[in-house]
């Protein structure tokens, strides 16, 4: 299996631990208080990984991809961010 893939397999399964384990602890204390400032800890979390995610995947591809398709990723991450901050 490569390196690249597994890596970022491992990064979004430990997104999904993060995530679900999150979602236990609001179950567990049960006020919406709390339920609330668990889910504003993981404001990071996503962005983060899905960074860190597209990021091995451009160096797997790296030797792949014609330097204008890899523009054009950057372009499209870029976008996402783009219209994630005019939300």
Do not use: H, Q, W
């Amino acid at each position: 299996m490569d390196k690249i893939v597994l890596g970022m397999a491992a990064l979004r399964f430990m997104s999904a631990t993060i995530e679900f384990s999150a979602a236990m602890l609001m179950l567990y204390f049960g006020r919406v208080e709390t339920a609330f400032k668990i889910n504003a800890s993981l404001v990071l979390v996503g962005p983060t990984i899905m960074v860190t995610v597209t990021a091995l995947g451009l160096v797997g591809l790296a030797g792949k991809v014609a330097p204008v398709g890899l523009i054009l990723i950057l372009a499209g991450v870029g976008l996402i961010f783009l219209g994630l901050k005019n939300i």
